[in-house]
Each structure stands twice: as structure tokens, then as C-alpha cells.
């Protein structure tokens, strides 16, 4: 894909942003970069981003500046703390936080964006690492349409599936729609195949019948594999995802809609963390379960 006339800012380099970042440098995009950690700047400088020192700097660079950053009190900070993104960013540029935060709070960065000229999206994603690597990510979009038709050419880029959700804050209740379905699914699958394994059938095999019927599904093929291989490195840390579950929890009490399945996992996802399991993929449910049995 040939470069565009959009100027882009990126602001962090983690296990997601890195590869973004790295997909639109890629792409021809002229990518501006800040990280936390000088690492992962000076790699995508090496391969053609630029480097900025600072938040305000990045969007004094940029038309469009993207934030991939662990939580709501960290987007909030980068982009209207002091040095933030909105006292470099110009009237008519776009800021998208493909962070997953709160969407109460991603309605308010965009209504003080947007009372200074500037459109925002909130479009967090889905894919985990792989994703990102691959630039296959499902991207789920809150804001002005005509944002999210502006940014198009930037999400063709970093996913195969981007869909404009709603207004201001609706990519972020479509991100914890999206956790809670991924979360439920993931305990499900480490039940069955436990369940299985304890009942004295080959687990592998029960996950190969599984996959055949309605029990299919992305978790237990990729995550079901994981569990299988005892691999729990992490693509999708559990502790992002506890963090993710309080964003349910709290969009859920304020929505008035019952979630009784997923307070059983928010409970798992936090007794892995009380356990020491933090850092492990969120496949890592699986060992929490183990112990549960006493494995």
C-alpha cells in the first residue's frame, strides 16, 4: 500500500502498539513515535518512524494521532495531562485512542477535543498480539462518522474488520461487550477441557470433536490449543483483562444489565492475579482452575 497524505502520531510502543505502528510505517504512512520505554522508539526508527519527545510533540507532528496505552488514567494523562496530546493538536486534526478505557471518560476526552476543533474516535480493538502483528484486528469505532470515514484508510491498515459503532464512547461499550463475551469463553473452554482430562479422556481429542459443532470458536482453537500446551505466554496479559472486567462490571451496573456469568470470571480473573499469575496470557485461566483442583 503507497503512503498517504495523512501526517500520523503514534503514542505507545507495547505488545500492541509496537506492531500497529510498525504495519503503518509499512504501509507508506509518515508515522511519528513516543513511547514510555526508548526500546521499542528506537526500533520503529529504524524503520522509517520518526521520533518525538513527548506527547504535545507528537501531535504538533501529526494530522491524526493514534494512543495505544494500558488504561483510562494513562489516555487521559497523554492526551489532556500536562504536555498532553490536546496543547500540540491543531484545529481539524483526528486523535484516536485505541486504548480500551471507560467510556465515560472517552465521551468526555472527546467533548474537550471537540470543543477545541479537534474529532476523536475511540476504537479499541480485538486480536490480541497476532493480531496486531498480522494487522487483522477487529476495530469497533465510537464518534463522528466522518471521523471514522477519514480514518478508514488507517484501520484498513491495521485490521481486516472495522466498524463504526455509534457516538463517542460506543467503540469502548462494544470493547467490554467484546471482554465479557472472550472472558466467559475462555473459562468455559478451560473447564471443558479440564473436566475432560479429569474424567480420564484425552482432552485433545475432546477439543478436535468440540471444534466441529456449535462448541466451535477462535478461543477454544487458539486458546484451547494454549491450555493443551500448558503455553502461557502472554499475547493478552490476565491482568489487562481484570482491568477490563472492572470496565464491565461498572458499564453493567450503570446500564442496569445483569452479567451473572461474567461476575464468576471476573472472580477467576482476579483469584489468578491474587495467585501471581498477572503477567500469563489470559489462557492462563486455566492454571487457576488447576489449582482449584488441586492439580
Same mark, same amino acid.
Given at each position: 500500500m503507497s503512503g498517504v497524505g495523512e501526517r500520523l502520531g503514534f503514542i505507545g510502543l507495547g505488545i500492541m502498539g509496537k506492531p500497529m505502528a510498525s504495519n503503518l510505517v509499512a504501509a507508506g504512512f509518515p508515522v511519528t513515535v513516543h513511547s514510555r520505554s526508548r526500546g521499542p522508539v528506537d526500533e520503529l526508527v529504524e524503520v522509517g518512524a520518526t521520533r518525538a519527545d513527548g506527547a504535545a510533540a507528537v501531535a504538533t507532528a501529526s494530522d491524526v494521532v493514534i494512543t495505544m496505552l494500558p488504561d483510562t488514567p494513562d489516555v487521559e494523562q497523554v492526551l489532556v495531562g500536562e504536555g498532553g496530546v490536546i496543547e500540540g493538536a491543531r484545529v481539524g486534526s483526528l486523535v484516536i485512542d485505541m486504548s480500551t478505557i471507560d467510556p465515560g471518560p472517552a465521551r468526555v476526552l472527546a467533548a474537550s477535543f471537540g470543543s477545541r476543533g479537534i474529532a476523536m474516535l475511540d476504537a479499541p480493538v480485538s486480536g490480541g498480539e497476532r493480531g496486531a502483528i498480522e494487522g487483522t484486528l477487529s476495530i469497533m469505532a465510537g464518534g463522528d462518522a466522518e471521523a471514522f470515514e477519514r480514518a478508514r484508510p488507517i484501520f484498513d491498515v491495521l485490521g481486516s474488520t472495522a466498524v463504526h459503532v455509534g457516538a463517542s464512547g460506543a467503540g469502548q461499550v462494544c470493547k467490554a461487550c467484546n471482554q465479557l463475551v472472550v472472558a466467559a469463553t475462555i473459562e468455559a473452554v478451560a473447564e471443558a477441557l479440564l473436566l475432560a482430562e479429569r474424567s480420564g479422556v484425552d482432552p485433545s481429542k475432546v477439543r478436535e470433536a468440540l471444534m466441529g459443532g456449535f462448541a466451535g470458536s477462535k478461543i477454544l482453537e487458539v486458546h484451547g490449543q494454549r491450555m493443551l500446551d500448558r503455553a502461557f505466554d502472554p499475547g493478552f496479559r490476565i491482568r489487562l483483562h481484570r482491568k477490563d472486567a472492572r470496565i464491565v462490571e461498572d458499564a453493567a451496573s450503570q $446500564? +442496569?444489565?445483569?452479567?451473572?456469568?461474567?461476575?464468576?470470571?471476573?472472580?477467576?480473573?482476579?483469584?489468578?492475579?491474587? $495467585? +501471581?499469575?498477572?503477567?500469563?496470557?489470559?489462557s492462563g485461566l486455566f492454571a487457576e482452575l488447576e489449582r482449584e483442583a488441586g492439580v
Amino acid at each position: 500500500m503507497s503512503g498517504v497524505g495523512e501526517r500520523l502520531g503514534f503514542i505507545g510502543l507495547g505488545i500492541m502498539g509496537k506492531p500497529m505502528a510498525s504495519n503503518l510505517v509499512a504501509a507508506g504512512f509518515p508515522v511519528t513515535v513516543h513511547s514510555r520505554s526508548r526500546g521499542p522508539v528506537d526500533e520503529l526508527v529504524e524503520v522509517g518512524a520518526t521520533r518525538a519527545d513527548g506527547a504535545a510533540a507528537v501531535a504538533t507532528a501529526s494530522d491524526v494521532v493514534i494512543t495505544m496505552l494500558p488504561d483510562t488514567p494513562d489516555v487521559e494523562q497523554v492526551l489532556v495531562g500536562e504536555g498532553g496530546v490536546i496543547e500540540g493538536a491543531r484545529v481539524g486534526s483526528l486523535v484516536i485512542d485505541m486504548s480500551t478505557i471507560d467510556p465515560g471518560p472517552a465521551r468526555v476526552l472527546a467533548a474537550s477535543f471537540g470543543s477545541r476543533g479537534i474529532a476523536m474516535l475511540d476504537a479499541p480493538v480485538s486480536g490480541g498480539e497476532r493480531g496486531a502483528i498480522e494487522g487483522t484486528l477487529s476495530i469497533m469505532a465510537g464518534g463522528d462518522a466522518e471521523a471514522f470515514e477519514r480514518a478508514r484508510p488507517i484501520f484498513d491498515v491495521l485490521g481486516s474488520t472495522a466498524v463504526h459503532v455509534g457516538a463517542s464512547g460506543a467503540g469502548q461499550v462494544c470493547k467490554a461487550c467484546n471482554q465479557l463475551v472472550v472472558a466467559a469463553t475462555i473459562e468455559a473452554v478451560a473447564e471443558a477441557l479440564l473436566l475432560a482430562e479429569r474424567s480420564g479422556v484425552d482432552p485433545s481429542k475432546v477439543r478436535e470433536a468440540l471444534m466441529g459443532g456449535f462448541a466451535g470458536s477462535k478461543i477454544l482453537e487458539v486458546h484451547g490449543q494454549r491450555m493443551l500446551d500448558r503455553a502461557f505466554d502472554p499475547g493478552f496479559r490476565i491482568r489487562l483483562h481484570r482491568k477490563d472486567a472492572r470496565i464491565v462490571e461498572d458499564a453493567a451496573s450503570q $446500564a +442496569g444489565s445483569p452479567i451473572p456469568s461474567f461476575e464468576i470470571v471476573a472472580r477467576q480473573l482476579q483469584r489468578a492475579v491474587d $495467585a +501471581g499469575d498477572e503477567e500469563l496470557d489470559h489462557s492462563g485461566l486455566f492454571a487457576e482452575l488447576e489449582r482449584e483442583a488441586g492439580v
